[in-house]
Structure formats: structure tokens, C-alpha cells
């Protein structure tokens, strides 16, 4: 039995996919550590790991549904700065007195990357989006061409971290976000998905997504007989009244039964809504989708990918950078079209255009349910330690 350690921030889109690989690390007779947050620490325990709750909580809520900017960006590294500066230290306590065998780490958390240097044990990056490599990186298609690299808050922010950095002697590659390649990586995207994907090499591992043991539980069944379309922009920037206003006046009364998934929206906002129009702080999406016909989504990688497993077709409407760059990939493939006018007439004509890329999808369902999943990235893992 070997220990393994995982550390992520505690964000749902990170953390999630990494649980069924937890649960199957488990279920082979493995102990899990996972290190994260408060808002995320139950879904690990919930996947048999045991918690190790760190002061972390996720970046600011910026508005970066135009391009990313430079000071966003910069406020975006200092706030890992400032979380690695309180979590590391709980991180080495813990870890020093119960050694891993491993360090399995999110791939924007570099506090797991340090960690595995510091105990000398093999690293392991979790990468639930775009992987990287010395010749791809997510800032070719993230980033606008305008994007200032010379800004004077996010030149501070680099020299910050390069100091923060300096201090540990026992790193490998200074670089803590920008530049370094882990010696294994386990892609929760199938390779056939995977940007620039002639690029990359046996160190990574496209094992694709897979569902945890909580996601066959759950249960939902449509309250009619007339087709589902799922309706959900995600768990971060969801604040778009405006948008669940313009689902409901475009399927209000049609032939939708339309599920929507509002996040923390007070339903008031939305109105009086038609019969066949529901409104949910929070849906099973895996369950829905199981049923669903079609799905309205904002193009987050997990969100796609759930719907792809399920083989159900996707119109996008992508709300920052990273999510329309899964949405121009998606649409690249045949798989989804990105919807930028929020007209109720413009929203009818895509859900009802979905259909035409149904065959390209059931396609890719078979990509995505034979790229290995959790097994896979269990086997790949336990090679390191065997």
C-alpha cells in the first residue's frame, strides 16, 4: 500500500476531476491525503481520502468575461503568492511527519510541486484543462495579442514570485507557474481534444474524464415527456440574470422541458417563469445529462466533457478566456457551436442547430469513454511507486 498526497486549490473545476481517481486509488488498497481547502475538503473525504484542510480560498472574483488583462493577472498571482505563503507551511508539517510516497498536485498549484521537492518524492501534475508543454502553451490561445507582458503591477507580481521562489533551495526549477514541465502529467481531456497534441510526449498521460461512485448514485427524471435541455453557465461566473431571462422568454412554452442551473442567483430575478421552465440553485448535471438532449453550456472543460461522455450535444456560450478556448476547440472538432448573440430568437436557432452535430459527438463519446479514465491515471501513478 503506498501513500499518496494531492493538493489542489478549492475550486469544484479542479478538484472534481481528480475524485474518481482518488476513489480508485483507494479501492486498490492505497491511503490519500488530500490537501485542499474548506469549500472542497468533503468531496475528498467523500472519495475516501483523508482531509487536510488548508487556509485557502479561491482568487478574487474577477470580471474577465472581455480579455484577460495584465492586472488581472497580476492579482491573480498574488493571490497564490499570498496562499502559498500561509498553506506551505501547513502543507510541509503535515507531510514531513506523514511522508508520501508521492505528490499528486493540481497543475496551477505549485505548493503541491514545492512539496514533492522538499520530501524528495516523485511529482505528479493533475491538469484538468490544456495541458502544456515546452512547445504549447495555454497563453498562445488565453491570452489577446494587445495583452501588456510589461505591465508594471504584473512585472512586480513576477519579481515577487521570483523572491518567493529564492528562498527554497531545495527546488528543482524555479519557475513556480510559468515554464515548468512536470516529469508526469495526467490529462483529464483525451487526447484527441488536447490542443497542439502532436506535441506531447509519454509524460503525459490523456486518460480522459471519468464519473465518481456519487455521480452513478445520483438520481433525476425528467417531469415530462418532452426533450431536456439543460441550461448552466457553471459554479463561478454564473451571475447572468440576464441570460436565464433570455432562456426562459426563448423556450418558455415550447417543446423544451428546460432545466436550468442558477448557482447562488436569487430566483427572484429571473421572474415568473413558464410551466415548462424550472430554475435550480444547484442540478445532479451528470444525472440531468443523462437524459438530456441538449445542452447550453458555458464551456467549462468538465462541464464539456460530461457532456461528451454522455454524448450530448452542446451549444457554448463561454464567459472568460480559458472557457472560449474549450468552446473554439469544441466547434473546431464539430462538436459544439459558441453562441455570442443572447437573443431569444438566436438561442432557439442554435439549440435547434445542436442536432447536426450529433453524429461528431457520439463519435467523440467513444474517444472520450476509451481514453482509460481513473484506471489509467491509477496505473500511470503507481508505476512511479511500484
Known amino acids: 500500500m503506498a501513500h499518496f498526497a494531492f493538493v489542489s486549490a478549492p475550486a469544484a473545476g479542479h478538484v472534481n476531476p481528480t475524485l474518481p481517481l ?29 482531509p487536510v484542510v488548508l487556509p485557502s ?33 501547513v502543507l510541509a508539517a503535515h507531510f514531513e511527519a506523514d511522508r508520501p510516497d508521492a505528490v499528486c498536485y493540481d497543475s496551477v498549484t505549485f505548493t503541491g510541486r514545492m512539496l514533492a521537492n522538499l ?42 514570485m521570483a523572491r518567493f521562489a529564492s528562498g527554497f533551495t531545495f ?22 481534444f488536447q490542443l497542439s497534441a502532436e506535441t506531447f510526449d509519454e509524460r503525459f498521460h490523456f486518460v480522459g474524464p471519468s464519473l465518481g461512485s456519487w455521480q452513478h448514485a445520483e438520481q433525476w427524471s425528467p417531469s415530462s415527456e418532452k426533450p431536456v435541455l439543460l441550461v448552466s453557465l457553471g ?3 454564473n451571475s447572468r440574470p440576464d441570460f436565464y431571462r433570455a432562456c426562459a422568454e426563448a423556450f418558455g412554452d415550447g417543446p ?39 445542452f447550453l453550456s458555458h464551456a467549462g472543460m468538465n462541464s ?17 478566456p480559458e472557457q472560449r478556448a474549450i468552446a473554439a476547440r469544441a466547434a473546431e472538432l464539430g462538436l459544439g457551436v459558441t453562441l455570442e448573440d443572447l437573443t431569444p430568437d438566436a438561442l432557439r436557432a442554435a439549440v435547434s442547430a445542436a442536432d447536426a452535430n450529433r453524429a461528431a459527438v457520439e463519435a467523440m463519446r ?18 512511479l511507486v511500484g
Open 366 to 383: 467513444e474517444v472520450v469513454r476509451s481514453a482509460g479514465g481513473a484506471p489509467a491515471a491509477a496505473d500511470a501513478i503507481e508505476e
Open 57 to 89: 480560498e479561491l482568487p478574487p472574483d474577477l470580471d474577465a468575461r472581455g480579455e484577460f488583462t495584465a492586472d488581472q493577472l497580476a492579482v491573480t498571482l498574488n493571490h497564490f503568492l499570498d496562499d502559498a505563503e500561509v498553506s506551505f507551511p
Open 235 to 237: 459554479t463561478v461566473f
Open 119 to 160: 520530501l524528495g518524492v516523485p511529482e505528479v501534475a493533475l491538469v484538468p484543462t490544456f495541458a502544456e508543454n515546452e512547445k504549447f502553451s495555454a497563453t498562445q490561445v488565453y491570452l489577446p495579442p494587445s495583452f501588456d507582458h510589461q505591465h508594471p503591477e504584473l512585472v512586480a507580481a513576477i519579481g515577487r
Open 256 to 294: 423544451w422541458e428546460v432545466v436550468m442551473s442558477i448557482g447562488d442567483l436569487d430566483p427572484a430575478e429571473l421572474g415568473p417563469l413558464p410551466a415548462n421552465v424550472t430554475a435550480h440553485a444547484r442540478v445532479p448535471q451528470v444525472a440531468v445529462l443523462r437524459h438530456a438532449s441538449v
Open 304 to 320: 464539456v466533457m460530461e457532456s461528451l461522455y454522455h454524448g450530448v450535444p452542446f451549444v457554448t456560450v463561454p464567459q472568460i
Open 171 to 192: 527546488l528543482d526549477d524555479p519557475n513556480l507557474m510559468f515554464g515548468h514541465v512536470a516529469p508526469t502529467s495526467v490529462v483529464f481531456v483525451p487526447r484527441a
Open 22 to 50: 482518488v476513489e480508485e486509488l483507494v479501492r486498490r488498497g492505497h491511503r490519500v491525503s488530500y490537501a485542499t481547502g474548506p469549500a472542497t475538503a468533503d468531496g475528498a473525504a467523500q472519495a475516501g481520502a483523508t
